[in-house]
Structure formats: structure tokens, C-alpha cells
């Protein structure tokens, strides 16, 4: 009898051993992949922030210096569109994502009005404007719906 309760509670420590691994190995997973994600979203929102500058500089020295020759109107023409393509890709994969989620936090969603505005500017935008327009009326936490017995 003795040796059976030492044996159950041998047991015992030893799930809670392998648990304790199980779920640290979890969360450790779980962990890396949201920060391998945050780090390519940053990644991703630097790049946009770097072209919107090469922009912004090419305009201001083409006004300093009145060179309006057609090399740099195709280059500028170039820029915006890469700029452009950078915009809607970012709008389509984080519009996609938040409206599969059912919502998109308000720090999230002006990121993504700021970067609306400026891919709309660009022109030639009618493709993401429909996913834009459910995007700001997406609610800013996740709501839960409850089932009809919980109504009641």
C-alpha cells in the first residue's frame, strides 16, 4: 500500500514534469512565430516608409533644381508605381487578414487608412477600395457572438 501511493505520486510529478515541458515548448513556438511575424510586418512597413521618402526627396530636388527632362519623369513614373504595387500588396494582405479575423485594432487601422490615402493619390485605385471600405467599419476588438441560449 505504501509503495503503491509512492508510485502514484511519482506518477504524478512525472506528468507534471512532462506537462510543464509540453506547454513551455508551446508557448515558446507560439512566441517565436508572433514575433517572426511582427518582425516581418515592421520589415515590410519600413520598406514603405523608405520608398515614401525616396519620393518625397526625388520631388523636392526635382522642384530645387527644374529637371524635367524625360529620364527622370520615367524614373519618377517608375517609382510611383512600385510605390503603388508596395501599397496595394500591403492593403490586400492586411485587409484580407483582418477581415478574416472580424476585426483590426485602432492603432492598425490608421496604419492602414495612412497607407490607404496615399496608395488613392497615386491613382488608379478602384481595385482596393472595396476592401478599404471593410476595413473601417471592421470593429476594433474581436466580438464574440453568443449562441442563442446564452441570449436568453
Known sequence: ???ESIGNQIIF???KVVIGIVVGGAVGWIMRSIIGKYKKIKERN???TDL???VIL???TSA???IHDENYDLQMKLIIAALQECLKRSLNEDG???IRQGWCTQHDKSIYESNYKIYHKLGKNGVMTDMYTKVVELPFEKTIKKSRSEKV
Open 46 to 48: 519600413n520598406e514603405l
Open 13 to 15: 510529478e512525472v506528468i
Open 64 to 66: 530645387a533644381n527644374k
Open 58 to 60: 526625388l520631388e523636392k
Open 1 to 3: 500500500m505504501l509503495l
Open 96 to 98: 484580407k487578414k483582418y
Open 52 to 54: 515614401k521618402s525616396r
